[in-house]
């Protein structure tokens, strides 16, 4: 399978842990980007990388959520001290930077609940 | 600011009947617009797209215009089948314009009757 992969793809969590996600995106594709998407509502856009650096980051993602890509092919994102309003699909895309449409391909996704 | 506004859900339908999704957008310049589809359990898939003015995006029976003048992207099949049920999601993109994000709607479920 080439498409993006996501590990785990559930994951359960006490409130205050720590949790880290991982996002393999399609190999040639030199942009990755992280959404969160909640019950009933559409993905929200977190942060996005072009090859190693990471060059968008929305107002969601608070001090607690930090994204790394360091050799420009996997990433992970990690959320420090969860909280139960975290609970929500973490999703990741890639896309390849010469696409006119930036089609965004999707994985997915990590579910996680905070208890 | 940009946004997505999608026809709010659930849809039920019967087999063979015509769909319509209305979604209309708010950006600063020309955007790409999408519809993405989420079946069941799986993540989400591209459907369609369009990049500019009058494009017309289809796929697997689905058909959407991007109509500049009304700052629409209408989703809409002609005979839908039960296999068509699944969360759809309009969203646009505006690659070039400053940020390579894509800005989602909130979906519509749609659900389909033998």
């Known amino acids: 399978d080439t498409g993006v992969s996501q590990d785990p793809r559930h994951k359960i969590t006490k409130r205050g842990q720590n949790v880290t996600f991982r996002c393999d995106p399609i190999?040639?594709?030199?942009?990755l980007y992280w959404y969160r998407q909640t019950l009933g509502q559409g993905p929200e856009f977190l942060t996005y990388?072009?090859?190693?650096?990471?060059?968008?980051k929305s107002r969601l993602l608070s001090d607690r959520f930090s994204a790394e890509r360091p050799k420009g092919s996997f990433s992970t994102l990690e959320i420090q001290r969860t909280e139960q309003g975290d609970s929500a699909m973490y999703l990741c895309?890639?896309?390849?930077?010469?696409?006119?449409?930036?089609?965004?391909?999707f994985g997915p996704g990590t579910r996680l609940t905070v208890l | 600011g940009n946004s997505v506004t999608q026809m709010e859900g659930p849809v039920t339908l019967s087999e063979e009947a015509f769909l319509t999704i209305n979604c209309t957008y708010t950006a600063t310049g020309y955007p790409s617009l999408f519809w993405y589809v989420q079946y069941p359990g799986e993540g989400l898939q591209l459907l369609l797209k369009a990049t500019k003015a009058d494009d017309k995006g289809s796929n697997k029976g689905f058909e959407a215009t991007y109509r500049k003048e009304t700052t629409s992207f209408h989703l809409e099949k002609g005979s839908v089948q039960v296999s068509d049920s699944a969360v759809y999601f309009c969203?646009?993109?505006?690659?070039?314009?400053?940020?390579?994000?894509?800005?989602f709607g909130k979906g519509t479920k749609l659900t389909v009757n033998p």
């Open positions: 895309a890639s896309s390849l930077r010469t696409s006119v449409y930036n089609e965004q391909f």
């Open positions: 990388f072009q090859n190693e650096a990471q060059l968008e």
């Open positions: 969203a646009l993109s505006l690659t070039g314009l400053g940020s390579e994000k894509l800005v």
């Open positions: 190999s040639e594709h030199n942009r």
